[in-house]
């Protein structure tokens, strides 16, 4: 069944509000979601307090045109249109400069699974080579390439990109890839460490995929994070 798009909203002030206690949202970042029409998407506006509605968030087509909301598009509004024209499986976006993954585009590292949940990365972690912000068409669709079939990527020096079919494996691959990247920091200040071998990650990333057991389990973690704030 398709969701409304009120569905979709509150599923999105969740996550927002989610990200904001976690510190993700650090004055910078945005996140979207495809809504009942494919060709359009519900997106932050450009400033988004910690403590939003449903209503605060923006329906936008996929030519950048906002439908019955006049605030402010986020600057990099590129990043989220043109990965959703490149990729059909896309369902939700989001982009943020999570210090830890962040790093690791700005390191010898690549961003590998190092803990168990991260084996949904197990493609790997592209890096976009350039630093300057998505304010174009043409950089949107440079992003775009770079990412691929990969569910999400660095952008170096700047910050990352986290995909998902819906608004909860996004929010759950954002809080994944930023775990990961702290563990592997961790384990990297301790010398030599290890990363998952590819059949293990396979195997693991299919039962967390198929069954989501530990993604519904992080989507609950953000709904008692907003609760506990909100109380």
Known sequence: ?????????????????????????????????RTSDPNKVLITPHSLRADCEPED????????NRHGHDAKLPGELP?????????????SVSHFHCAHPTAFSMSEHDLMPTYFLASIFRDGVPVHPDARL??????GVALAKTLG???????????????????????AGV???????????????MGKFETLGDAEMEEIANEILSGRGPIMRIWTLC???VEAVES
Do not use: C
Request: no cysteine; charged share 25%.
């Open 149 to 171: 079939s990969h569910r999400a990527a660095l952008m170096r020096a700047h910050g990352i990109v986290v995909t998902g079919p819906d608004v909860i494996e996004m929010t």
């Open 57 to 64: 968030f923006v329906l936008v087509d996929l030519d950048g």
């Open 79 to 91: 990043i989220h249109l043109e990965i959703y024209k490149s990729r059909p499986d896309v369902g």
């Open 134 to 139: 998505v304010q174009t068409k043409e950089r």
């Open 223 to 225: 709904k008692e994070a």
């Open 175 to 189: 809080f994944i890839l930023d775990d990961n990247a702290r563990r592997t920091s961790i384990a990297a200040s």
């Open 1 to 33: 069944m398709t969701e409304s798009n009120e569905a979709i909203a509150e599923k999105l002030n969740i996550a927002w509000r989610f990200f904001s206690a976690k510190g993700y949202v650090d004055g910078f970042g945005h996140i979207s979601a």
